[in-house]
């Protein structure tokens, strides 16, 4: 049984940062990607960034050089550093874990970024 679980999200201003953290348990293996979505009030789920177990990233247009994707194998554990937050980066964040056959997607933590 594969659980995630994500933390670290809050209310924050404009221009902060925050770091998020998903934790995976239960049959993980490295070599399998994770990922970070999110999903506005109204809005899509979208992909925000990814990275595969050999450290390959992706990151949506609009947060490249502002949020970096990094993964802790040895924790199965991976973070998501955003900085420069915009008002628009407000919705739930969700930490997804693939095993190509199955995606395992955590309960969200709620980022809020406000003045």
């Known amino acids: 049984q594969v659980q995630v679980v994500e933390s670290g999200g809050g209310l924050v201003q404009p221009g902060g940062s925050l770091r998020l953290s998903c934790a995976a348990s239960?049959?993980?293996?490295?070599?399998?990607?994770m990922g970070w979505y999110r999903q506005a009030p109204g809005k899509q789920r979208e992909l925000v960034a990814r990275i595969t177990g050999a450290r390959s990233t992706i990151y949506l247009k609009s947060v490249q050089g502002r949020f970096t994707i990094s993964r802790d194998s040895a924790k199965n554990t991976e973070y998501l550093q955003m900085n420069s937050l915009k008002p628009e980066g407000t919705a739930v964040y969700f930490c997804?874990?693939?095993?190509?056959?199955?995606?395992?997607w955590g309960q969200g933590t709620q980022v809020t970024v406000s003045s």
């Open positions: 997804k874990y693939s095993t190509g056959r199955y995606d395992y």
């Open positions: 239960g049959s993980i293996l490295s070599i399998n990607p």
